[in-house]
């Protein structure tokens, strides 16, 4: 049975990644890790009317060929944890509607990859399912239009802001010997530290991070050289430096082992990204391609997955809100 050291949940069953995939635009393509994505497309519809629909197109796309990697059919699979940016998941919901899998959409703002992921493995962990799938995904012009400005507006952003990542990633997980495995999860709890600068996300979601972080070193009783490496989700320069911050004031310090996908999926110094990448897709491109690579061929076996996120709507930054930060952690290892 699995074990609860407060909150985190360590997996007795070792439920495992037995598919997964990625799917990217065009600019995410041409970044550092371009080659290691499954699907991408030049158009940023992705064949349809609308980024809103090409969300939903690259969400199916993702775990269609999960599937496909891992020589399963849609029947096959008891469960989909899905979630997306927009507004009622929408990207979710029109994405999966059609494969006639029974559905839980999930939402933790660009933490949902590691949420989805964590509940996955936990039912297969549990036995209340054989096989199940994560999936999220975010698109650059939906979720500007969304949270900030339509694109034919021209708005400049500060250099404290993110681009949003324009992909999918889906996660396949059964019971397979011999694959990479998800150890334990560790839900977070929401941070709000006050900031309210919605082109600050690094800053509002990096004191979760660091919280996560803390609780999952002291349930544990474990420190950052025990793991080949720990990437955030998508923190990008500023969150990053924030987060070590943090991080070195309850003597914690993560800095020899620490990447961040939203620093790892563009090159801030050739591509106009500012402080990096974010969105739901940043994290789950780059776990479902990049660190899934390295733990397959054992490059790495013992990570820490990190997805953080800004839990904000357009109608709580209209109110004065703050920005609440959650952030879900995720152990994989390789036998």
Same mark, same amino acid.
């Given at each position: ?6 909150? #985190? ?16 635009? /065009?600019?995410? @393509? +041409?970044?550092?890790?371009?080659? +290691?994505?499954?699907?991408?497309? @030049? *158009? ?10 090409? +969300? ?8 269609? #060929?999960?599937? /496909? @990697? ?16 927009? !507004?009622?998941?929408?990207?979710? #919901? ?14 933790? =703002? ?19 399912? +054989? ?22 507006? &021209? ?12 992909? =999918? ?26 900031? @309210? ?8 979601? =990096?004191?979760? =991070? ?8 002291? !349930? ?5 050289? *025990? ?8 923190? &990008? ?22 990447? *961040? ?35 397959? *061929?054992?490059?790495? /076996? ?17 109110? &004065? ?9 995720? !152990?994989? /290892?390789?036998?």
């Amino acid at each position: 049975m699995s074990k609860n050291i407060n909150n #985190t949940i360590i997996l007795r069953n070792k439920p495992s990644v037995i598919g997964y995939a990625s799917v990217v635009g /065009k600019h995410e @393509k +041409e970044g550092p890790i371009g080659d +290691e994505f499954d699907c991408f497309d @030049k *158009d940023p519809r992705f064949g349809e009317d609308s980024f809103e629909k090409a +969300e939903s197109r690259m969400q199916k796309i993702a775990v269609e #060929t999960a599937l /496909k @990697k891992a020589n399963i059919n849609e029947t096959d699979i008891d469960l989909v944890f899905a979630g997306d940016l927009l !507004n009622q998941c929408i990207g979710s #919901t029109f994405g999966i509607r059609n494969m006639q899998i029974p559905f839980i959409g999930v939402y933790g =703002a660009c933490s949902t990859m590691a949420l989805s992921l964590g509940l996955a493995a936990i039912f297969v962990d549990s036995g209340l399912s +054989e096989k199940t799938v994560a999936v999220t995904s975010s698109h650059f012009c939906s979720a500007e239009r969304q949270y900030r400005f339509p694109l034919e507006y &021209g708005a400049i952003r500060p250099q404290t802001a993110q681009r949003t990542v324009t992909g =999918a990633g889906a996660t396949v997980i059964g019971t397979e010997a011999n694959r990479p495995f998800i150890n334990s999860v560790t839900f977070g709890k929401i941070v709000d530290l006050g900031v @309210k600068d919605s082109n600050n996300m690094g800053a509002a979601m =990096a004191p979760s =991070a660091a919280e996560t972080i803390k609780d999952f070193f002291n !349930n544990t009783d474990t420190v950052a050289e *025990d793991y080949d490496i720990i990437y955030t989700g998508d923190l &990008g320069y500023i969150g990053t430096n924030i987060l070590y911050d943090l991080l070195l004031k309850e003597n914690i310090d993560i800095r020899c082992r620490h990447n *961040d996908c939203g620093l790892k999926i563009y090159d801030r110094n050739r591509q106009d990204v500012h402080s990096g990448g974010s969105g739901c897709g940043c994290s789950a491109t780059v776990l479902n391609s990049y660190i899934m690579h390295r733990l397959e *061929d054992k490059t790495l /076996k013992n990570i820490l997955f990190i997805s953080t996120g800004a839990l904000l709507s357009p109608t709580s930054v209209l109110q &004065g809100e703050s920005i609440p930060g959650i952030s879900h952690l995720i !152990n994989i /290892k390789c036998n």
